[in-house]
């Protein structure tokens, strides 16, 4: 019951940066974790950011230092800043997000294309 709309994909040089959004909506009140995973050609999804309503983040080792995740708690939306975006970081970009902790049910994004290209 939880609908997860990702925008700000597109095409990137290498070096260059991207900022990506997401808008949670649906019948919830605050949620407790919302991320990011992405899904390169030929390879596995895996997790790159993800906050929770606390605060405390994770980022994948690959990304650190690069990118920064960003959460407004109460419009439940989420947003990834990307910089310094290498050609290897062409994917699909999902939103996710885990409405409670109690709960391990996750819900997904259509995603987004992000293209790091010259």
């Known amino acids: 019951q939880v609908q997860l709309a990702e925008s700000g994909g597109g095409l990137v040089q290498p070096g260059g940066s991207l900022r990506l959004s997401c808008a949670a909506s649906?019948?919830?009140?605050?949620?407790?974790?919302m991320g990011w995973s992405r899904q390169a050609p030929g390879k596995q999804r895996e997790l790159v950011a993800r906050m929770t309503s606390g605060g405390s983040t994770y980022y994948a080792d690959s990304v650190k230092g690069r990118f920064t995740i960003s959460r407004d708690i109460a419009k439940n939306t989420v947003s990834l800043q990307m910089n310094s975006l290498k050609p290897e970081e062409t994917a699909v970009y999902y939103c996710?997000?885990?409405?409670?902790?109690?709960?391990?049910?996750?819900?997904w994004g259509q995603g987004t294309q992000v293209t790091v290209s010259s």
């Open positions: 649906g019948s919830i009140g605050s949620i407790f974790v």
């Open positions: 996710y997000a885990r409405p409670r902790l109690s709960e391990a049910t996750d819900y």
